[in-house]
């Protein structure tokens, strides 16, 4: 089955500096790469998401890339503020139709 | 926009007793729902899928006898922790897809299970 590895665990950034979490996967029938951000206690919320017949998407601060050939995607986020300061989660959607997710980032933005 | 709605938010139950979670979809059909099980500061780990009409397919390590899931309709799927001990205290969380692979899954709102 699927497996998804996310890296780092912890990533610390000055407010206004970029962050970039990564993630691979192990599944090269998976197209579907979501994105989530998730406070503790609550459901994970979509923050963007690629599908396998794009290379990149952005969306404000938020850019995802996909680089199917290597079974990666990567999250970046530019001009980071406070409130970005959460768990985020990558996930691939394997061949069965389930979500996979990764292990998780905590992200700190320092004001 | 698409709801699921997950019921209870949180509950503490007794080691020995059974509980059930409920999750339903509001407003569209579910015939595949998934079950994560979440412990503090960890990933969301699937437990199993639960299939409209049919037995669910568990994940290797999953105990079907413990974790028993009904999906009786194509709006309702129930998770029903059976013998609960201690170690299953956890934030159980459902999700379904909106209409099949690759489109937008919707999640439950979660339920913290607490089992003293």
């Known amino acids: 089955g699927e497996n998804v590895e996310q890296h780092p665990s912890t990533l610390s950034v000055q407010e206004g500096d970029s962050a970039v979490i990564k993630c691979t996967y192990s599944?090269?029938?998976?197209?579907?790469f979501p994105w989530y951000k998730q406070e503790l206690g609550k459901r994970p919320q979509l923050i963007i998401d690629i599908r396998s017949n794009v290379g990149e998407k952005k969306d404000q601060r938020i850019a995802v890339t996909l680089n199917k050939t290597a079974k990666h995607f990567s999250l970046h986020i530019t001009e980071t503020q406070p409130e970005d300061s959460a768990v985020y989660f990558c996930?691939?959607?394997?061949?069965?139709?389930?979500?996979?997710f990764g292990s998780g980032t905590r992200l700190l933005v320092r004001p | 926009g698409a709801v699921v709605s997950q019921h209870p938010s949180r509950v503490i139950c007794k080691s020995g007793t059974s509980v059930k979670i409920e999750c339903r979809s509001l407003?569209?059909?579910?015939?595949?729902m998934f079950w994560y099980r979440q412990f503090p500061k960890q990933s969301l780990m699937l437990m199993a899928t639960?299939?409209?009409?049919?037995?669910?397919?568990?994940e290797q390590g999953v105990e079907k006898d413990k974790f028993l899931i009904n999906h009786a309709s194509l709006t309702l799927s129930t998770l029903t922790v059976t013998s609960a001990h201690p170690e299953d205290s956890s934030f159980y969380i459902c999700s379904a897809p909106g209409q099949g692979r690759g489109n937008t899954i919707y999640f439950g709102e979660g339920s913290w299970l607490t089992v003293v």
């Open positions: 407003d569209f059909q579910a015939t595949t």
């Open positions: 996930a691939a959607e394997d061949s069965s139709y389930k979500l996979i």
């Open positions: 639960s299939n409209e009409g049919s037995k669910a397919t568990y």
């Open positions: 599944d090269s029938a998976s197209n579907y």
